[in-house]
């Protein structure tokens, strides 16, 4: 796909068998009696969409996710021909993609399903949609009191738009401690569905579950799955240590080579700063890396890399464009020797960990400098 001579050495490769793998092992461990739809928004975590949606459709994914139209339509260019969830709404003007590319989207408030509804008559059609309950979120969805409402506002409007799917999303589900707040979840949209239906809607997918959700509380599994992290194996990041879970592996690694080595003497400073002092003479390699490329400035002096099988640490500041390591203690390194800064050991996860975040932030933030070559 990429020829690797022909850019910098600085790229995430993306084991699409992995990928494949972790699909099959959630679907053997919460059930194949369910649907699934495959989450790929934010440019599949930064794995790259279209190659991670062609091949989880041909793994089986039912249905695609993505938060907006402008991602379902690079799907569909790509050549992804299950139905696409756009969680994130759609934006005045953009009805047309909705039918266009055959999207679905989601709705949350009576303002957007009228402006749908008013574009679907324009245009001789019925619409399906998705409805979002916000059962605890407090973010996206309509709050319960008003449900009622909407499942009436929505019954007149059956000429013009289609209940096709009820879903939620958790706020807590990975948390243990917080599993009666999910159970309460889960009840509130129980209530909600039956709301919709007495107001006479037939959803077709019931969909709360994320990740998390499917594989800690069997009772949010409805008919359809929404799995995203768990896909490129980042889902253990966020589950408590020692969950009971399908067993997944990372996807992508990252790596680079060595652009040039130096020998630098005892009390030398080096990069933006004068963060890091050397303490004896020291082999600082310089790898094409940098936080304009996604790879966190928060690594600087703490992070590490691989090379040659040697776990060694970043030191001074990660810049723009480089980051140094220190690779004194591996034997017989040269230049364009590989650098690895995920995988070999180290995970989005670890990163994340000293970094403050979790590793979907990590793989998200990849910038497009950074090809992603298929394997
Ligand atoms: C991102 C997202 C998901 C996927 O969540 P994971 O924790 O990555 O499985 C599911 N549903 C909605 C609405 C989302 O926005």
């Not at 993306?14 to 440019?43: Q, T």
């Not at 999207?103 to 409805?131: C, K, M, W, Y």
């Not at 060694?312 to 040269?334: C, E, F, H, N, Y």
Request: glycine share 10%.
């Amino acid at each position: 796909m990429h020829r690797l001579d022909a850019h910098r050495p600085t790229a995430a490769y993306i084991d699409l068998d992995a990928l494949a793998d972790n699909f099959s092992r959630c679907r053997e461990f919460i059930g194949s009696e369910f649907k699934y739809m495959a989450v790929v928004k934010a440019n599949a975590y930064g794995h790259g969409s279209v190659p991670c949606s062609l091949k989880l459709e041909s793994a089986g994914a039912d249905w695609f996710g993505v938060a907006m139209p402008e991602e379902g339509v690079e799907l569909r260019r790509g050549g992804v021909a299950k139905p696409i969830l756009c969680f994130g709404l759609f934006w005045p003007r953009q009805e047309e993609l909705i039918l266009d590319y055959q999207l679905t989207p989601v709705v949350f408030n009576i303002e957007t399903a009228v402006r749908l509804s008013d574009f679907a008559a324009q245009r001789g059609v019925v619409i399906g949609v998705h409805v979002k309950i916000d059962t605890g979120m407090g973010r996206v969805g309509i709050r319960m009191p008003d449900v009622g409402n909407f499942a009436l506002k929505f019954a007149s409007m059956r000429k013009t738009l289609r209940v096709d799917g009820l879903m939620t999303h958790f706020a807590a589900a990975e948390n243990p401690e917080e599993n009666e707040y999910t159970a309460m979840q889960i009840a509130a949209f129980d209530e909600a569905l039956e709301t919709f239906r007495a107001a006479g809607h037939d959803p077709e997918f019931i969909d709360l579950a994320n990740s998390p959700g499917a594989v800690r509380h069997p009772a949010s599994r409805g008919n359809l799955i929404r799995l995203g992290g768990a896909l490129y194996g980042l889902l253990d990041d966020i589950l408590p240590s020692g969950t009971i879970g399908p067993g997944l592996r990372p996807v992508l690694s990252l790596r680079s080579r060595i652009a040039d080595i130096k020998s630098i003497a005892a009390g030398e400073t080096l990069g933006y700063g004068r963060t890091f002092v050397t303490t004896s003479l020291s082999n600082i390699a310089l790898v094409p890396i940098g936080y304009a490329d996604g790879f966190p400035r928060a690594l600087s002096n703490c992070g590490h890399a691989v090379v040659n099988g040697v776990l060694v640490p970043i030191v001074g500041r990660v810049s723009m464009d480089w980051t140094l390591i220190d690779v004194t203690s591996v034997g017989g390194v040269a230049i364009e020797d590989e650098v690895t800064l995920i995988g070999n050991g180290i995970n989005a996860a670890d990163i994340a960990g000293l970094t403050g975040t979790i590793g979907y932030e990590i793989t998200c933030a990849l910038s497009s400098r950074v090809p992603r070559i298929y394997e």
